[in-house]
């Protein structure tokens, strides 16, 4: 995913080879087109560790294109600024979620079930721990009585835990709090689009759902900012980049995210757009609406699944009782 990664291919012409074509381009390369060059003229050895090499690189690129006044750090230091504000976040949502297998592809024989799915959730989030419940019903979410439909995960510095069937056994499952075991299929949308997971404390299930220590552990190069007109445009990582659009007009609100991978010789294209943003007594607006689609093949195909978190309650930076995070 680094810059060094991309370029993990062997430098078969020389460094100057590169650059000159950089400089040559008409009109500028954007971070796609920067990519191929650099692919084309570093293929078959590994440079990894040739900063001065990737520093050269970029020099080039950031002198024959108009450069962002905007920066990473910049970038960095708004989203954790924002992510630290939502100290705590206690929503309840509907979930409605499509699978469509004839446009999966050659993923087709991967998927475990088609068609329409909903439920209704609730995600509550402390300094200290994180919970989910999900159930089919409004009702039965809300009452939390035991019930064979309600189940729960949550972690916290005892570890993590579940309850499954009649929801009453509290279930160890990791003595560690483990982001993963708890928030579910909605977790990491929650987590990208408000800026609510947190990967030291264990709560980001993949360091891009915290985009903000993602950005700290970076190496230099791994990360740019391709544009900084009225919406600001980060791409972090190489292969499989990361793609963020900030509003710094509206406090760096996120207002999409398109993360782009391959499995095999298949390309994954994953976007999640959050809108419907309300203000909270954390001092940042959250969204209050979340849609996420992803598609097998590139962004022109039909979608393989279409998921719509729609909450109808939220509040974030207000006191959150404990009880409603771990059971007794």
Do not use: K
Request: aromatic fraction near 6%.
């Amino acid at each position: 995913m680094m810059f060094c990664c991309v370029l993990a291919a062997a430098i078969a012409t020389p460094l100057s080879d590169a650059v000159a074509e950089i400089h040559a381009a008409s009109p500028p390369l954007d971070s796609d087109g920067l990519l191929q060059v650099v692919t084309r003229h570093f293929a078959g050895q590994a440079i990894e560790h040739e900063q001065s090499s990737i520093g050269a690189l970029l020099h080039a690129w950031n002198t024959t294109r108009q450069r962002p006044s905007v920066q990473v750090d910049d970038v960095r230091a708004a989203i954790a600024h924002r992510r630290d504000s939502v100290s705590t976040l206690d929503v309840v949502y509907h979930a409605s979620m499509f699978i469509d297998p004839n446009a999966a592809g050659p993923l087709h024989e991967d998927l475990q079930v088609g068609g329409q799915r909903t439920w209704w959730g609730r995600w509550t989030r402390t300094p200290l721990a994180v919970r989910r419940i999900v159930a089919p019903d409004l009702r039965t979410l809300l009452d939390e009585s035991p019930a064979s439909e309600l189940v729960a995960a949550g972690c916290d510095a005892r570890g993590t835990w579940s309850l499954r069937g009649d929801g009453v056994l509290a279930l160890p499952v990791a003595q560690e709090c483990n982001g993963g075991q708890v928030l579910g299929l909605e977790g990491p949308w929650l987590g990208t689009a408000m800026l609510a997971s947190i990967a030291h404390r264990g709560l980001a299930v993949v360091p891009s759902h915290d985009v903000a220590h993602m950005l700290e552990s970076l190496p230099a190069g791994a990360a740019v900012v391709e544009d900084d007109g009225a919406m600001v445009t980060l791409r972090v990582g190489w292969t499989n980049p990361l793609f963020v659009w900030l509003d710094p007009a509206e406090d760096w609100a996120i207002r999409r995210v398109v993360r782009l991978w391959s499995e095999g010789e298949v390309d994954i294209e994953l976007e999640t757009t959050p809108s419907a943003w309300i203000p909270t007594a954390a001092g940042v607006d959250v969204p209050t609406q979340i849609h996420i689609v992803q598609r097998v093949g590139g962004s022109g195909m039909p979608p393989m699944m279409e998921c719509t978190l729609r909450a109808i309650w939220l509040q974030a930076g207000e006191s959150v009782e404990w009880d409603l995070v771990r059971p007794p």
